[in-house]
């Protein structure tokens, strides 16, 4: 279950595991003014001031951790719709939160405290992962991926689960929760949208998730809609974890209460990004 905490939400599924700390922003809670920024705007060249989006970045990071990291702990990428995930150790902390960025990659993996990865995102889908290493709940591992549709159907999620592993984290006992993205409600896909996820995933697997929405006047959509978080759980259960160990935003970013989300999709592109984080303290 998500559970508002001040400015941000966090999982009941993550909050179990011992020495991690995590938050999904929304857009309450900064100092970004611009109409599409407002308020806590966590990306750089989307119109504000670099300081507004550091001093974002700050209360972000004060709020994911109970005020015991700030944004000289957090990490940024800049974001590919890869699949890509960087391990990271406690000389990264900073990277493209507090001065310049590493590689860019769609993911971060860590063992180490202090280090605050964070996804940003405007309808794509924030997962953050957290287990213990051997099961022993004084050597926690976390991840966070940035998973749009690319992402998605190309594995991103179940990539972190079997890195997780390789650190010897045990799939069955990772826990992992799915921030609010563009729900199947609005996420409306073309033709052409279908065959990629065929080609990646196969049809049987598209056809699945991507289909006509049920309309609230009883009739179906015309056009598909493609179901991200649908996708991401199927893959995640796929890779061992447990379905109660899954949790899933209730929210759709696109249909939302706009003062609550930034939507690409919704405010057509002009828009800011809210975030996830996740950390060992
Ligand atoms: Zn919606």
Redesign the pocket.
Known sequence: MFIPDGILCRSSVLSGIPGVCHGFSGRAGGVSVLEHTRSLNLTVDLGDPDDTVRRNTEIFCRAVSGGVFGADSGVKARQIHSTRIRILDRSNAGEGAAREAGEDCDGFLTDAPGVLPMIRVADCVPILFAGLKDGDPSRPAVAAVHAGWRGTAGGIAPKAVRMMADAGCSPAEIRCAVGAH??F??YEVGEDFVEAVAALCGSDFARRHIRPVTLPEGGRSARPHADLAGMNRELLLEAGLREENIDFSPD?T??ADPDLYYSHRRMKGVRGTQGAGIAIL
């Open positions: 563009i729900g409600c609005c759709c696109a249909c």
